[in-house]
């Protein structure tokens, strides 16, 4: 497996390595109005989220032509729910700008064949003609996507049964623990590794093991955003607290 220069940004504060994503992802949509985009939830992608729409009103880019396709979504929860990322993502980003509803895909974690809905997703996204820019966070034990730590990497889009420590970094979201959902659907590691472009985005340190182990480990499926290092165009965007075992 060729192993790649990983290009490596270090800010001062979570908010300019957003912005630094952002202006990147502005920069595709100049270039290819009809960008794929592969998008994230959680806290991490929130200032990339607002300064994309901060560029929108002002009239430098628009997603009008854009088609996205989430990385995830829990299993058994729905869209309207508070927590669920469809409504994370209107919330963040979607009801700001111009994207076309019928461009907006997020996986169906409702849906009565989970594993047809899976594969479906991933032919929808092959279909497209693939990501062409995958913006990712990061998890405390190095998952991307819901992809958790694994004894092998999973290519296809699939059912994930989430950590432990993944329903608790979660569980600051919900009301109690016990209302976490304990399942996904998450894309799997092929379509984000065939992404033509990645951007991974990490704050604070609590993620600086990740991190670490992300950039300087093994490629392992214990640390699933290792096989990364392999991916000939991968962006890390991070502050210094994410930066700081590096």
């Known amino acids: 497996m060729k192993i790649h220069v990983l290009k490596i940004h270090v800010f001062d504060r979570a908010e300019q390595a957003g912005q630094a994503a952002a202006a990147l992802i502005a920069a595709q949509l100049l270039r290819k109005p009809d960008t794929v985009?592969?998008?994230a939830t959680g806290s991490s992608?929130?200032?990339?989220y607002k300064a994309l729409i901060r560029l929108y009103k002002m009239g430098v880019i628009s997603f009008g032509q854009a088609v996205?396709?989430?990385?995830?979504?829990?299993v058994g929860i729905?869209?309207?729910h508070e927590c669920s990322y469809h409504r994370f993502m209107d919330e963040q980003l979607f009801n700001h700008v111009d994207m076309r509803p019928e461009a907006i895909h997020v996986p169906d974690g409702q849906a009565a064949d989970l594993a047809r809905t899976a594969r479906n997703y991933d032919a929808a996204i092959r279909a497209a003609g693939g990501i062409d820019l995958q913006l990712l966070g990061i998890g405390r034990n190095g998952h991307i996507g819901f992809n958790e730590p694994n004894d092998h990497f999973v290519g296809g889009c699939h059912v994930v049964d989430l950590t432990q420590s993944t329903i608790e970094a979660n569980q600051r979201f919900f009301n109690?623990?016990?209302?976490?959902?304990r399942q996904a659907v998450s894309l799997g590691i092929t379509a984000i590794t065939q992404a033509k472009t990645v951007l991974l985005i990490a704050s604070g340190s609590d993620k600086a093991q990740a991190v670490h182990d992300a950039i300087r480990g093994e490629i392992t499926p214990q640390v699933q955003a290792s096989i990364l290092q392999a991916h000939p165009d991968v962006h890390f965007l991070l502050d210094?607290?994410?930066?700081a075992l590096l």
């Open 68 to 74: 996205s396709y989430n990385l995830d979504e829990y």
């Open 45 to 48: 992608p929130i200032p990339v």
């Open 240 to 243: 210094r607290d994410a930066a």
């Open 37 to 39: 985009l592969g998008l």
């Open 176 to 181: 109690s623990i016990d209302d976490v959902p």
């Open 78 to 80: 729905d869209p309207a």
